[in-house]
């Protein structure tokens, strides 16, 4: 299954974001989307998730997708966490299919277990962007979006998320924005400025 | 600062004081009867048959209306929030409600209805608008991006409720309620005495004055605000038994970090 993004233009207020942007993510493989800030990256994601809408291009699905739009496991670029729940609640609450001891047993590989009860409102910034990421990985999804998922993470705790991502990932495509490339060799790297152009199939 | 419960009994007891020494002073007691008179006079409405009587009369209707309006109101507010075109629709209406006075409504209804369950109606046209409008405000108010995060994994209506748009109802469903109810008490009991339903509370406050029974008003007065204390203080526990709805301020500062944010 792959997601294309063709020659897809955005502008907010006539300030051009996103010019002609080109890019393929297909299954089994990870990008890391690049760009200084203000250059369109949480942009694209955004329209990727269907919260905005292009001016221009298209977002096309090949392949088996039974909906219209993708089911992405999302970390936000803010961490858009429910502050009076534990973080047991915050990932158990997205699907149906969670229940409490999967979600603990999620969370308890990437933070201390004496963390996972308190509201989240009452943990660290670090700790807090750890849930995102537990949270964005406990759904079923057709691809995962990472807005700059590792934040306020010291070297050794974004070391342990990047290992988590990728044992929890399988095959699905991956997209993460961020500054920088240490740890994140298994991404094609992709400046959000340039594309990669489309191949003809 | 925290008040003890000795300091609080003794400025209950300073105010009783200075009540009975008016009274004393007064020296009359179609004017003003004391704390003391009036408790006897509590003591021998509470013996009476017909006092149970009277007040199931008045507060299963108040209580009625209340229920009713409060239902229909969030009912109403969670649709209006969702199309605002209902928003606008409903607006002029829930003005009109709002700034209608009392009076005038409970002698509409007087003639439409009857007396015999003024008071329900009387409770459901005050606690209406009130229910409606903070519960809209509320909604309204949820933060946009967490909503945005629920669309985006796809969360079912009832984690949603439960997890985002009843956190941030609580502190308005706090106020409202305790307004709602503290309005449809005076505002049922207001309309009892104007319309009159025979073995009502407002009937007995009517009666008391007819007789100028001074002792009894105040003692049907006593009564009808401890109902309504006692009702309000149930409806506390019940809300803070609502997710996210810990003490006020625990949730101000909780929407405070929010904002910082967004």
Redesign the interface.
């Known amino acids: 299954m792959t997601i294309q993004v063709d020659s897809v233009s955005k502008s907010f207020d006539g300030k051009p974001v996103l010019t002609d942007f080109c890019m393929e993510i297909s299954d089994g493989n990870s990008y890391l989307l690049t760009g200084p800030s203000g250059s369109g990256k949480t942009t694209l994601l955004r329209i990727l998730l269907g919260l905005e809408k292009a001016d221009f291009g298209n977002i096309r699905l090949l392949g088996d997708y039974k909906y219209s739009s993708i089911h992405a496991g999302t970390v936000f670029q803010e961490d858009r966490l429910c502050e009076a729940f534990s973080a047991v609640e915050n990932v158990a609450m997205v699907s149906r299919k969670l229940s409490a001891r999967i979600a603990r047993e999620a969370l308890e590989k990437l933070l201390p277990a004496d963390a996972l009860d308190k509201p989240v409102r009452e943990l660290s910034g670090g700790m807090r962007r750890r849930v995102a990421i537990v949270r964005a990985l406990s759904v079923p999804s057709d691809v995962l979006l990472f807005d700059e998922p590792f934040t306020g993470l010291d070297a050794a705790n974004r070391k342990k998320a990047i290992a988590c991502i990728l044992e929890e990932k399988g095959s699905t495509p991956l997209v993460i924005t961020g500054h920088s490339a240490e740890d994140l060799s298994f991404c094609h790297p992709v400046d959000v400025r340039k594309g990669v152009p489309l191949q003809m199939r | 600062m925290k008040s003890t419960p000795l300091k609080k009994a003794l400025i209950i007891l300073f105010w009783l004081g200075v009540w009975q020494l008016v009274s004393l002073l007064v020296h009359n007691n179609v004017m003003l009867v004391g704390p003391v008179e009036t408790a006897e006079s509590l003591v021998r409405l509470v013996r009476a048959a017909d006092f149970w009587a009277s007040v199931w009369y008045t507060f299963w209707r108040i209580g009625l209306g209340f229920a009713s309006a409060a239902c229909l109101g969030i009912v109403l507010a969670f649709f209006s929030a969702a199309h605002p075109i209902l928003r606008e629709f409903l607006s002029p209406f829930f003005a009109a409600l709002k700034s209608v006075p009392v009076a005038s409504f409970v002698i509409l209804l007087l003639v439409w209805f009857g007396s015999k369950n003024l008071a329900f109606f009387t409770a459901f046209l005050v606690v209406l608008p009130i229910l409606y409008g903070n519960t809209l405000e509320g909604l309204l108010a949820a933060d946009r991006?967490?909503l945005?995060?629920a669309?985006?994994?796809?969360?079912?209506f009832s984690?949603k409720l439960?997890?985002?748009l009843l956190?941030g109802l609580s502190p308005f469903w706090r106020s409202a309620f305790s307004l709602a109810l503290g309005m449809s008490w005076k505002a049922g009991v207001a309309a009892e005495v104007i319309g009159q339903p025979l073995h009502s509370v407002g009937n007995r406050l009517y009666q008391s004055k007819i007789y100028l029974e001074t002792a009894d008003l105040l003692a049907w007065t006593v009564v009808i605000i401890l109902i309504s204390y006692l009702v309000e203080k149930l409806f506390q526990k019940f809300l803070t038994c609502l997710?996210?709805g810990?003490t006020a301020k625990e949730?101000r500062s909780?929407r405070e970090?929010?904002g910082e944010?967004?």
């Open positions: 991006k967490l945005e995060m669309d985006v994994f796809r969360i079912p984690a439960h997890y985002i956190p997710p996210g810990k949730e909780g970090e929010g944010r967004a």
